[in-house]
């Protein structure tokens, strides 16, 4: 007798299983323009006067497909939280007088974003600040300790 007609896949094309046993990243890119200078560095450096950047953030999340799932969130629920942290605390700022980025180097504006955006969205993986188009810093939420600034 032939086997039951019924599929094996569910509507996302995916065989039916409980979740997806496959891991996926995601990033979703934003932008921002800011001043800055960097008190750590020594007397005469060109980073300790005050100069800008267009700052590019990559927001990285991770995880496995949810059970019936075709994907593992919508870029718009990543704008929905990171959007107005990045337009509305950061764009067209002096990172110095933002509290907890007196000393905003991309180390620390990884941190403060990761602070900020992990408790919203938990599939968060990493935080990628790019300071130019040549240099970078990649935080993955490793040794913190800190409560969300």
């Known amino acids: 007798m032939p086997a039951s007609s019924s599929s094996s896949t569910s509507t996302s094309g995916l065989p039916r299983r409980e979740a997806c046993d496959v891991r996926f990243r995601l990033e979703k890119t934003f932008d921002f323009e800011a001043a800055h200078s960097l008190p750590g ?19 990285v999340v991770e995880g ?6 075709a994907h593992l969130i919508d870029y718009g629920d990543i704008s929905r939280v990171v959007r107005p942290i990045i337009d509305g605390e950061l764009d067209h700022r002096h990172l110095n007088d933002i509290a907890g980025l007196e000393n905003p180097t991309s180390e620390m504006i990884a941190l403060w974003l990761w602070r900020r955006i992990r408790p919203e969205l938990p599939l968060l993986a990493a935080i990628v600040v790019h300071e130019t188009c040549s240099s970078r810093c990649i935080y993955q939420g490793q040794g913190d300790q800190g409560d969300p600034a």
């Open 41 to 59: 560095f020594p007397e005469g450096h060109k980073c300790r006067r005050l100069h800008g950047h267009s700052f590019r953030v990559d927001v």
């Open 64 to 69: 496995s497909l949810p059970a019936g799932a």
